[in-house]
């Protein structure tokens, strides 16, 4: 067997900042394997995606046999992986591969307003430790996963940081001004 280093995709997890990839065509091995490294994935509605190396004799070793069964779970990785099969778009979202589908002229406009909408507003902090706790979840039995959650959540930002955080939120959602107003 070879010796295979480190998977340079694992960069993708330790960045502070959710990846979005957007596959706008043909995904198929090693571009299945950088999409699935990301936090979302946008695809375009006549875009495959998927593991064919089986087909040729090898195997997804860019972490897509250990990133796809967290995806999509045991059951369909080992499909897909064992098959070479390649999805479309609707088949990758009805099984959660991907975040979202949409037509070609306007795939980049969604996941930008995806970003735009839904993570950018997000406190960073907040969810930079999200990323982290999420992405190493089950890398560790509950009870040393719920240990670290406390731990890393009691330390995330300081109290101004937090203070900042509710702030916005209660400007923006009249719900939280009644969570959050000093009584």
Do not use: W
């Amino acid at each position: 067997m070879p010796a295979f280093g480190r998977d340079p995709l694992t960069h993708f997890d330790d960045f502070p900042k959710p990846v979005i990839a957007v596959i706008n065509g043909a995904a198929m091995g090693g571009g299945c394997e950088l999409a699935i490294a990301c936090d979302f994935r946008f695809m375009a509605e006549e875009a495959k995606i998927g593991v064919p190396e089986i087909l040729f004799g090898a195997l997804p070793a860019g972490g897509g046999t250990q990133r796809l069964p967290r995806i999509v779970g045991m059951a369909k990785a080992k499909e897909l992986i064992f098959t070479g099969r390649h999805l479309s778009a609707q088949e990758a979202l009805a099984i959660g591969l991907v975040t979202a589908i949409a037509p070609q002229k306007e795939l980049m406009a969604r996941a930008e307003a995806f970003a735009r909408e839904k993570l950018i507003p997000r406190a960073r902090y907040a969810l930079a430790t999200a990323k982290l706790l999420v992405t190493r979840a089950l890398d560790m039995d509950l009870a040393s996963g719920l240990a670290f959650e406390r731990r890393t959540i009691m330390t995330m930002a300081s109290p101004a940081e937090m203070a900042e955080a509710r702030e916005a939120a209660m400007k923006s959602n009249p719900a939280y001004q009644n969570i959050f107003s000093k009584k």
